[in-house]
């Protein structure tokens, strides 16, 4: 059994620039918090496939995590699955699904985020923890998105 959750967030840009930016890992260090590192394990444009080990501070240590690219159906979906197993956490499977729509200049992202593998006590603290990694994934997205409105205005 998984744990979902859901984020949704409007983003004032087009659908193609927050689907690029979702996938811009160079450019994450000017909004992703708490970032320490990101070290791609291949090169060139992410695709399926493509891997990466993402490392953040978290209430005052680093933590590293392994993330995949699953599914890319530009510039409408997008899926990364983090291994837990073979990272900082130990434990479970994290699937993210970025779904966007758009009207106009205006972009609806929508985070399905689900949590697998976990048994036990661990998957007791999952479901207590749904709510912090919810509100930790909202805001990421917050943050991208007044950073791409900010750049937007700054580069009009």
């Known amino acids: 059994m998984s744990i979902p959750f859901e984020v949704n967030r409007n983003f004032q840009v087009s659908k193609e620039l927050a ?3 979702l996938l811009d890992l160079d450019s994450a260090k000017h ?3 708490g970032l320490v590192e990101i070290e791609r394990m291949d090169e060139g ?3 399926e496939g493509s891997q990466w080990k993402e490392t953040r501070k978290m209430f ?3 933590a590293t995590e392994h993330f995949e690219v699953v599914e890319l159906v530009e510039p409408e979906k997008i899926v990364l699955r983090c291994d837990g197993t073979k990272g900082t956490t130990g434990k479970g499977e994290f699937v993210f699904t970025y779904l966007l ?3 106009g ?3 609806e992202v929508t985070l399905l985020g689900e949590i697998r593998g976990l048994t036990g006590l661990s998957k007791w603290f999952g479901k207590l923890m749904v709510g912090a990694f919810k509100k930790a994934c909202a805001k990421d997205l917050d943050s991208l998105r007044d950073y791409l409105e900010k750049t ?3 580069s009009s």
Do not use: F, H, N, P
Request: no cysteine; charged share 30%; net charge positive.
């Open 31 to 33: 909004w992703m918090q």
């Open 60 to 62: 005052g240590k680093e």
């Open 152 to 154: 937007k205005v700054i």
């Open 19 to 21: 689907y690029r930016s």
């Open 45 to 47: 444009q992410l695709r």
């Open 101 to 103: 729509t758009s009207s």
């Open 105 to 107: 200049d205006q972009t």
